[in-house]
């Protein structure tokens, strides 16, 4: 026989025997742990290199391979997941734009969680939202928690802006339909701080590109925006006209009535830095 053959012969009919393990009085090798058999014998009639049973895994050795095939998809997913988000997201404090650590100072809250738990359906129906209100209201918190609760399902996510996105394709020309078919295939597009933009004719024409081209793939879009609703109803000129309407037909709009969570956070800070200094003038 080959060591070929002896290395096969050895898998197929070895079950390492445990201190506690005993032979039962049907002559089979038992778990001393769980009292369950870990051979079984082949049917009648069959055998394998000369021996009439083969490995079974009892109850103990069945748990720790699905824990360990647990552990290991884990890991996997947590890996995955970890890749996404770094090619997902473009400013690494968006990795805390989570719902987990929300404060519940956005009333709008709860349509990003309908739209995470309706992934799905907002995807088949090609449904992307229009976040806009006054600077610090949280839309790119808002926005994030639905990018971060789908790649943690792993579902590919792309959370950029147009300065950004302007800045790669200005330093790629040969390659920008390269580049924008690239954002196209993200199953869900986000597009922060929308109307930041530099105004000129060439990034007029190349943010309508990206909108126009998200709109033919009719995959979902989400955008921010300080823009009004009526700047983005009865824009100024014909270049802002057709990208606007491109979005108004693809998004639902959602205007963000709460406070400014940023002066809110700035006052914050501002009141812990006098309590601390308060306190050590009374030292």
Not at 122 to 140: C, D, P, Q
Not at 182 to 208: A, H, K, N, S, W
Not at 215 to 224: D, E, F, Q
């Amino acid at each position: 026989m080959s060591d070929y053959d002896n290395a096969i012969f050895r898998l197929a009919t070895a079950q390492e025997a445990e201190p506690e393990d005993y032979t039962g009085e049907d002559g089979l090798l038992y778990c001393g742990n769980c009292r369950q058999p870990k051979e079984a014998y082949f049917t009648e009639g069959k055998s394998l290199f000369g021996r009439d049973r083969h490995p079974k895994e009892c109850d103990c050795q069945r748990k720790r391979r699905e824990k360990q095939e647990a552990a290991d998809r884990e890991q996997k997913h947590r890996e995955e997941v970890a890749r996404l988000k770094r090619k997902g997201f473009t400013n690494p404090a968006m990795l805390e734009w989570t719902f987990e650590n929300d404060n519940g100072k956005c009333p709008q809250m709860d349509k990003a969680l309908f739209y995470a738990a309706n992934w799905e359906e907002m995807r088949a129906e090609n449904i992307g939202y229009l976040l806009w209100g006054k600077v610090g209201t949280g839309k790119s918190y808002f926005a994030g928690c639905i990018a971060n609760a789908l790649m943690e399902r792993e579902i590919s996510v792309c959370m950029t802006n147009f300065a950004l996105i302007l800045n790669d394709l200005a330093a790629s020309y040969k390659g920008r339909n390269e580049y924008i078919d690239r954002l196209c295939r993200f199953p869900l597009l986000i597009l922060d701080d929308f109307g930041m933009e530099r105004g000129t004719e060439y990034g007029l024409e190349q943010v309508y590109n990206v909108v126009d081209s998200r709109y033919r793939s009719r995959k979902p879009l989400i955008v921010t925006t300080n823009l009004t609703l009526e700047e983005l109803q009865h824009p100024e000129d014909t270049a802002h006209a057709r990208i606007y309407d491109r979005l108004l037909e693809m998004c639902c709009p959602v205007f963000f009535t709460g406070e400014n969570i940023r002066k809110s956070t700035a006052q914050g800070k501002m009141e812990r830095l006098k309590g601390l200094m308060n306190r050590k003038e009374s030292l």
